[in-house]
Nanobody, 128 residues
Framework: QVQLVESGGGLVQAGGSLRLSCAASGRTFSTNAVGWFRQAPGKEREFVAA????????YSADSVKGRFTISRDNARSTMALQMNSLKPEDTAVYYC?????????????????????WGQGTQVTVSS
């Protein structure tokens, strides 16, 4: 069992930055692939970014490439999402997630159904 807790969300103006963190506890986190997803009101939960174990492969959604960076610290069982140049369309609840496997194809790592454990979410609001 893995428990995930997100933090770092908030209100920011367009063009600003936020750093989301996700802390894991319980069963070992260090050998699981992890990812970030987001869900805006009235929309499906969508992929944002993912990173494998040990952290040498990352994938990002086209909408955030060049602006968002995913990272992990296996020793501390944490992961982060650095978000720069934020846009109003980035407004959503952001969720961290952990898989039961360490690495997979791009299609697998982008698929929310492939992740077993989820955090409770943190709200990110970008004002124009």
């Amino acid at each position: 069992q893995v428990q995930l807790v997100e933090s770092g969300g908030g209100l920011v103006q367009a063009g600003g930055s936020l750093r989301l963190s996700c802390a894991a506890s319980g069963r070992t986190f260090s050998t699981n692939a992890v990812g970030w997803f987001r869900q805006a009101p009235g929309k499906e939960r969508e992929f944002v970014a993912a990173i494998n174990w040990p952290g040498d492969i990352t994938y990002s959604a086209d909408s955030v490439k060049g602006r968002f960076t995913i990272s992990r610290d296996n020793a501390r069982s944490t992961m982060a999402l650095q978000m720069n140049s934020l846009k109003p369309e980035d407004t959503a609840v952001y969720y961290c997630a952990a898989a039961l496997w360490s690495s997979g194809s791009m299609a697998t790592m982008r698929n929310r159904n492939e992740y077993r454990y989820w955090g409770q979410g943190t709200q990110v609001t970008v004002s124009s």
